[in-house]
Every structure is written in C-alpha cells, then in structure tokens.
C-alpha cells in the first residue's frame, strides 16, 4: 500500500508594505479568505483607481481561483493580506512581521505564492522567506502607454503624491515654504541678510538628513520615554564612581594649579634648574592635591563595597581594609610633600613621617583584624563563592 501524501498547504499572501489598503479603505489587516480579499481589493479601487496594491490584490485572487480548479486532493489553499504603514521603516516591518506570524498562525502553511506590487520585493522577500518557503513571487506592475497624455498623467499622479503624502510633503513642499516665509522676511532688512539665512536653512536641512540627525532626536525622545532606571545597588554604585573621578579630576587640577605658580615664581630655564626644583614642584602638587585624590579613589572603591555588600561577597571585607589603608596613605604623602618642599628641615620631617608610616601599619593590622573577626561572627551572611577544583589521578 503507498504511503499516504503529506497535506501540503499553500498560501497565496499579497504584501502591502506602504500601508495603502488601511490608509485608504480603513480596513484591518490581516485579510483572509477569497471573498474577503475581492471585496478589499474593490474597495480599494473605488477609492484610487490607479493604485496598485489593488491589481496586485484582484491578481492573488485570479491565482487563488486558478490554483483551486488545478489543485490535487491532498492540497489545499488559502489567500490572505497584509500590510505595513504609509512612513515604512522598521516599524512598517514589525508590522508585516507581526501580522504574516498570525496568518500562518491559523493557517499553517508549507510553502506561500508572493504578490506585490514590485516595488518592495527586495525589502519584503527576506521577512517572509525566513518564515515559510516561497515558491513563486508575482510582481504586479501596471503598464502605462508612451502618449504624451498618459504621461502627463503620470506625472500628476506622482505630484499629487508628493503633495498629499507626508513622507514626500516634508521635504517638496516644506523646506521651499520655509526657505520663501524667509526670502521674504528677510528681503525687508538686507539682501545680505537674505542670502544667509537662505544659506543657513539650506545648509541646516543638508546637515540634518546627511548625517541623520532627526532620526537621532526621534531615538532619543524615544529613549527618554523608554528608559527604565537600573536597580537601586547599579545606582549607588554608578553615583559613587562619578563622584570618586570628580573628586580626583579636582585634586589632580589644584595640584596642577599649585605647581604652576610654583613655576612661574623660580622660572627654571635650564635643565640643572629643572632638576633642581623638580622635587619642589612635586611637593607642591602632592600638598595641594593628595586630599582630594586619595579622597576620590576611596569613593571609587566604595562603589565597589555597595556592589560586594548586596552580592553578599567576603570581597567585601577586604575592599574596607584597602580603603582604610589608603586613606591614611593621604597623611604619608602629605608629611613627603613638606620634606621636598623645604629639604632643609628633612631630619624632623623625617621623624614624623616615620610616626605617620608607624601608625599607617597599626592601623592596616588593626582594620585587618576588625574584618576577620567581622567575617567570623557574619559568616552566615556571605555567600560562598564557587571554586573550582580539578583532581589528578597518576596511571
């Protein structure tokens, strides 16, 4: 006994990817079904005899009819629309998108026959040919005599479009208003005046749509409305870091700022003298500036204790002990900058700041130990991070 033929389903889908059909008849899409389909297509030829979508509708019905009285009996068929939107772009795509994944949805199709009006084939056959297999594509372009009155015709048709459509309005109609309401205005103070401003729309218009910039601004008001703000420990941890590298840019220009007065007061002009008031310099930056830039590399690190406080991270722990021990590092740069600013009174400096180093080790230990004992008795709070451990075994 044969094996019994798989059913194969085929569609015949007709695109309407510029949104004419809804724009002009207020129908909804998708269309399903031959009569359905007839009566959209008439409906849209009422309205605009010269569109389109309309012969490109009336033929997927012809080949609906056709494929029904050729089909076999393990074949069935069916003939839908779809559209997409007057602006096309990325959203009339979606549409289709959205639109051709219902339609296949209630009928689930093998393989579909394409119909357009031939002007959106290569933007159309790839959304549908990643769906389903298309086996034939009909383009449907309507035929215009060469008589000088069909083509007067023609050329209206294309006027009324570029006047009645906004895509084209915009920029036929638009920009010459404007750039007339400012000949105009301007005419009355100077033809200097007028030239300008007639150069600077121009310019300004050439500007914008070269380099895309209103479709930058649509996407940013879009990202505006969009925009959903990051969670609470993403923002503490991004506010700490911003104000970490503000406090440092600070610090780094007041130590600049001190060391360039410090320059213009001794104005080295040789390369000895440059040596010779380096350290001078340096000190100066470092006395002027440590503050707030060991100041800032603490925020900066902070940022990172709020991110290993809500991950519940030991990282934590440790990241308070460097912090501890850079902010007291702040006072061993300071006692440096006195000893190279004034040399002279090296030996007392020097004892200070053998003080100062002594009580930076005191306290790294004693931060050391208020963290272990901290991680001892909070155990229970950090999560244990995941090692990996790989084991050899000799042959």
């Not at 609906?64 to 939107?85: C, M, N, R, V």
């Not at 001078?280 to 470092?286: A, N, R, S």
């Not at 290993?308 to 902010?327: A, K, N």
């Not at 007291?328 to 007392?348: E, M, R």
């Amino acid at each position: 006994m044969p094996p019994k033929k798989r059913e194969e389903k085929l569609l015949i889908l007709c695109v309407d990817r510029d949104g004419d059909l809804s724009a002009k008849t207020e129908e909804k899409t998708p269309i399903f079904g031959r009569k359905e389909n007839l009566a959209a297509a008439v409906s849209l030829a009422l309205k605009d005899p010269e569109e389109a979508d309309a012969n490109a509708m009336f033929e997927a019905v012809r080949i609906y009819d056709q494929l029904k009285k050729q089909g076999q009996p393990h074949e069935s068929f069916q003939i839908a629309t779809i559209s997409g939107l007057q602006l096309l772009g990325v959203e009339a795509d979606r549409k289709l998108v959205r639109e051709l994944n219902e339609v296949l949805e209630a009928f689930p199709a093998n393989s579909v026959v394409l119909v357009t009006d031939g002007y959106s084939d290569e933007a159309v056959l790839p959304l549908v040919e990643s769906r389903v297999a298309v086996t034939s594509i009909r383009r449907i372009v309507i035929r215009h005599s060469e008589r000088i009155e069909e083509t007067a015709a023609l050329i209206g048709k294309y006027i009324k479009m570029l006047t009645e459509n906004p895509r084209y309005s915009r920029l036929a109609l638009g920009i010459p208003g404007l750039l007339l309401i400012i000949l105009a205005v301007m005419s009355l103070i100077s033809a200097t005046a007028t030239l300008i401003a007639f150069l600077i729309v121009i310019g300004a218009t050439l500007f914008i749509k070269g380099f895309g910039v209103d479709k930058a601004v649509v996407g940013f008001f879009r990202w505006i409305r969009e925009y959903e703000p990051p969670s609470l420990p993403h923002q503490l941890e991004g506010f700490a870091f911003a104000a970490g590298i503000i406090a440092v840019s600070v610090g780094v220009f007041l130590g600049v700022n001190e060391a360039a007065m410090a320059y213009t007061q001794y104005l080295p002009a040789t390369l000895d003298q440059w040596i010779g008031l380096f350290p001078l310099f340096t000190g100066e930056f470092i006395r002027q500036g440590i503050f707030l830039i060991v100041f800032g590399v603490c925020v900066i690190m902070s940022a990172r204790t709020i991110h290993w406080y809500f991950e519940r991270d030991v990282r934590l722990l440790r990241t308070l002990v460097i912090i501890v021990v850079i902010s007291w590092f702040s006072q061993i740069f300071h006692q440096v900058s006195f000893i190279l600013i004034n040399p002279s009174a090296g030996w007392a400096r020097a004892h200070e700041l053998v003080f100062t180093i002594f009580i930076g080790i005191l306290l790294a230990i004693a931060a050391a130990l208020v963290a272990l004992a901290a991680h001892m008795k909070y155990r229970g709070f950090f999560k244990k991070r995941k090692k990996k451990i790989e084991e050899f075994e000799q042959g």
